[in-house]
């Protein structure tokens, strides 16, 4: 049985490799997009599940967002022996494995060209689960993020894939992820496109949207078609409320980036050991439960409340405040808590406060506190995130209202400016990145190599052969037919020379031998004879173009060998990768677009 799956593995493998490498391969990657999506989704709703049977079971009336109906004494000890709990797990991990969320995500895409790990999958599951259910200020879209992406690129990794196809899997992950998180298949496919992968290729949406909507599909199977938040229609009332929109946004920017600013602050304690900068987590987080114990948890039930009109001012801007800060420092501090959840949340709580105190100055122009609700959700989400457009589907997909188009690209744009603009904040994930030491190079070069493997570009005309060749191997190189030779040597190939240039050395000889006593020929030694050779290092046939040229660079060759590999270990040497070819295929490329 387990040689048949490497078999249909190993098959699969060879039959996709070589179209998916060049990018061209769309019939083949709207399958594994499909794949991904009945995985993620399957996945997601496995971690759904994990956060919501405990806490029906110990919260009260079997309600998974009731953190408020906990007695005083639970709403203390719960978050702070939380946060010790995950603070002994983390303090025995690695620094590398308490990397978990968009931001991990986001790092191996461009550092490891997608490749995550079951082990770091596992971690962000067990604390995805371990956040939510002890009552920190949390969500589970970010996790579901990282799970999507780690189940797409395993199945990438198992199916030995070139690096590029296994970027656009972990894309799909991402959609995929999203869109069963909300029921929002557009959002989950901006979301990967905009904020993880940070760029638009035609290839990529086809196999990113299937994901993306089987996800939905599975999701909606076991939950049904209920949305993610019940709003009533909201439209604008009044043209004579876009100036207090434009106001409205602008302090959604301004609370953007106080959120921002105080994840960067609180990341300067990152030096002192996790146990400790997650105990002083729980400890920051206990008044917030006490008084504003709607921050414990997603708060989703808040949201709904807030969309509704139930909440007053005060307890609106309460919140609304309390999430921003306890989020941002705890975070900020390590806690692995998702911030998409508890940004949305901030955003309708701010978002509708701001349009009770615009209806007390305008009440028969004033639209619903629902309507503000939702404009302040979505500049929130898309300031923080810097991905207007992405905020801005999701928006259209949680009201189902064309109306909220409009008043939602104003909302959402001038937010998204005075947080960059006026504050010079960047995306949270990319200065999330920044305090760690990382960065996210977007430059269209680096954008262009990857998305294209090292065998659509690489020279197939190529014979491996031992660095002494006696009169029958001297043949047998020959007649070949193939335009380079590449050397082996006693641990591996050493060079790369043309065959013309062997083929003109026997010339020689034979010319300069005749009348010579006939013998035994000397081997020919293909490191001595006269010919132009390259210096050659390796490169996994699943490689980038990028992972080629920082090969070539790294190891200062002239030439790379692609080492491709078949069922049960065997090893072939499938083509050359000149430097010359890379600098061809992206002046190319360029030239076309």
């Not at 309600?63 to 797990?89: H, Y």
């Not at 995130?385 to 939602?408: K, R, V």
Request: include cysteine; hydrophobic fraction near 50%.
């Amino acid at each position: 049985m387990l040689r048949r799956g490497r078999e249909v593995k190993d098959s699969v493998s060879a039959h996709f490799g070589s179209r998916l490498s060049s990018g061209e391969g769309v019939l083949q990657l709207a399958l594994l997009g499909l794949l991904s999506g009945l995985g993620t989704g399957a996945v997601i709703l496995l971690f759904r599940s994990a956060i919501e049977w405990p806490l029906e079971y110990f919260l009260p009336g079997a309600d998974s967002e009731a953190f408020e109906q906990l007695s005083r004494a639970a709403r203390v000890w719960l978050p702070l022996a939380g946060a010790l709990g995950l603070g002994a797990f983390l303090h025995f991990l690695s620094v590398t494995d308490r990397r978990v969320g968009v931001a991990h995500v986001m790092h191996r895409l461009n550092y490891h060209q997608g490749y995550m790990r079951l082990r770091g999958a596992l971690i962000q599951f067990l604390l995805g689960v371990g956040t939510v259910v002890t009552g920190q200020s949390a969500g589970r879209e970010g996790p579901a993020v990282h799970l999507g992406a780690a189940f797409s690129s395993l199945l990438g990794q198992w199916l030995r894939l070139p690096n590029n196809s296994i970027r656009t899997l972990v894309a799909c992950g991402v959609a995929a992820a999203i869109a069963a998180s909300f029921d929002t298949p557009i959002a989950g496919v901006i979301f990967a496109m905009e904020v993880v992968m940070m760029e638009y290729t035609i290839g990529v949406f086809t196999p990113v949207i299937l994901a993306a909507v089987t996800a939905a599909v599975l999701t909606r199977a076991v939950y049904g078609a209920e949305p993610a938040f019940e709003v009533p229609l909201v439209t604008l009332q009044s043209l004579w409320e876009i100036p207090w929109i434009l106001l409205v946004a602008a302090l959604i920017g301004v609370a953007a980036a106080l959120f921002i600013q105080l994840i960067e602050s609180a990341g300067r304690f990152d030096s002192r050991p996790i146990m400790l900068r997650l105990l002083m987590a729980g400890l920051f987080m206990v008044p917030f439960a006490l008084l504003v114990p709607e921050v414990m948890g997603i708060g989703y039930d808040t949201v709904e409340q807030t969309i509704n009109g139930q909440l007053a001012l005060w307890v609106l801007l309460g919140v609304g405040v309390a999430k921003l800060v306890a989020t941002s420092v705890t975070v900020g501090l390590g806690m692995p808590s998702s911030i998409i959840g508890p940004t949305l949340v901030t955003g309708a709580t701010l978002g509708g406060a701001l349009g009770l105190v615009g209806a007390a100055f305008m009440p028969e122009q004033a639209s619903s506190v629902g309507f503000y609700a939702m404009l302040g959700m979505g500049a929130m989400m898309g300031a923080v995130l810097q991905a207007p457009l992405a905020a801005l589907m999701a928006l259209l997909e949680f009201t189902h209202n064309p109306h909220i188009i409009m008043p939602g690209m104003l909302a959402i744009t001038v937010a998204s400016l005075v947080t960059s603009e006026v504050f010079g904040k960047k995306a949270v994930f990319q200065s999330m990145l920044k305090a760690q030491g990382l960065g996210y190079d977007t430059s269209p070069l680096t954008q262009a190599l990857r998305r294209v493997g090292v065998g659509a570009i690489m020279e197939r005309s190529v014979k491996v052969t031992p660095r002494l060749l006696d009169a029958e191997g001297v043949a047998a190189a020959l007649s070949a037919g193939t335009r380079w030779l590449l050397v082996e040597g006693s641990s591996g190939p050493v060079s790369l020379l043309l065959t013309a240039d062997l083929a003109r050395h026997i010339e020689q000889t034979e010319v300069q031998g005749e009348g010579a006593d006939s013998g035994a020929a000397p081997p020919v030694d293909l490191l001595a004879i006269p010919a132009k050779r390259l210096d050659v290092a390796a490169v996994s046939y699943q490689a980038t173009l990028e992972e080629a040229l920082q090969t070539l660079q790294r190891s200062g060759a002239e030439v790379l060998y692609v080492r491709q590999y078949l069922s049960y270990g065997i090893v072939r040497i499938a083509g050359v990768v000149h430097r010359a070819d890379i600098d061809s295929y992206y002046q190319v490329g360029s030239a076309t677009i």
